[in-house]
């Protein structure tokens, strides 16, 4: 079974996240929108528009969206077959978070690592 497939998204939190959204954007070009962060498209090795996104996003330092862990930051992973791996993983032992999401985005559901950050999964729509 296929397990992560790539990077689907770099969240993480600041004291100041206006700052850190003009910071990034004059600074290393980040094309930061109003609900806080930024989609990069992918593309192939020859610069072709291909199916799939990374969202890199800055949040708040008061915000919860990564509880149960006390880290600043989480990483999304893209994955083929989200259910399975939640299943897998469990069955390994891993602590596997009860919480699962099924949205237009896609479905979500996560595990904490052994020291603790919050680790997100992230199965996209079909055809992305």
């Given at each position: 079974?296929?397990?992560?497939?790539?990077?689907?998204?770099?969240?993480?939190?600041?004291?100041?996240?206006?700052?850190?959204?003009?910071?990034?954007?004059?600074?290393?070009?980040?094309?930061?929108?109003?609900?806080?962060?930024?989609?990069?498209?992918?593309?192939?090795?020859?610069?072709?528009?291909?199916?799939?996104?990374?969202?890199?996003?800055v949040g708040s330092v008061q915000g919860d969206q990564f509880a149960p862990s006390t880290a600043p930051f989480m990483i999304n992973?893209?994955?083929?077959?989200?259910?399975?791996?939640?299943?897998?993983?469990?069955?390994?032992?891993?602590?596997?978070?009860?919480?699962?999401?099924?949205?237009?985005?896609?479905?979500?559901?996560?595990?904490?690592?052994?020291?603790?950050?919050?680790?997100?999964?992230?199965?996209?729509?079909?055809?992305?």
């Open positions: 079974m296929k397990r992560v497939t790539g990077i689907g998204g770099i969240f993480f939190k600041a004291k100041d996240p206006k700052s850190m959204h003009a910071w990034y954007k004059r600074h290393l070009g980040i094309d930061v929108q109003e609900w806080g962060g930024a989609a990069f498209s992918w593309v192939d090795s020859e610069g072709k528009p291909t199916p799939g996104t990374t969202i890199w996003s992973y893209r994955v083929a077959d989200l259910k399975a791996l939640l299943a897998t993983l469990r069955d390994e032992g891993c602590n596997v978070l009860d919480k699962f999401d099924d949205s237009e985005y896609g479905k979500f559901g996560w595990v904490m690592d052994p020291e603790g950050n919050k680790v997100e999964l992230w199965e996209p729509p079909s055809g992305q």
